[in-house]
């Protein structure tokens, strides 16, 4: 069984410093893109970042450009999100997701196709 599993979600003030991490377990997602999404209350899942399957290429959303780092270690079959300088309206439910290999940092969440369960983020103001 394939499972996404995030972790590292939680409340922080804001301009402070969240680690999430996502562990793939089932099977290996070394040849795949993984990327993040996020969805807050009555929002729809929006993008936040992809990395390419072997790292070398990142893309993210405008809004967490230069503060949110995606990283991914194969070796592990982990995918990371460092988010710094985090804003109120960073405050979301924030998955993970793995997408075919095909794509190379895929934005669209219907291009992936596992996800995992969440982990909320809550920044206070």
């Known amino acids: 069984q394939v499972q996404l599993v995030e972790s590292g979600g939680g409340l922080v003030q804001a301009g402070g410093s969240l680690k999430l991490s996502c562990a793939a377990s089932g099977r290996t997602f070394g040849s795949n893109p993984m990327g993040w999404f996020r969805q807050a209350p009555g929002k729809e899942r929006e993008f936040v970042a992809s990395i390419s399957w072997n790292g070398g290429s990142t893309n993210y959303a405008g809004s967490v450009k230069g503060r949110f780092t995606i990283s991914r270690d194969n070796a592990k079959n982990t995918v990371g999100l460092q988010m710094n300088s985090l804003k109120p309206e960073d405050t979301a439910v924030y998955y993970c997701?793995?997408?075919?290999?095909?794509?190379?940092?895929?934005?669209?969440?219907?291009?992936?196709?596992?996800w995992g369960q969440g982990t909320q983020v809550t920044v206070s103001s």
């Open positions: 997701a793995a997408a075919s290999g095909r794509y190379h940092t895929p934005i669209a969440p219907s291009l992936y196709d596992y």
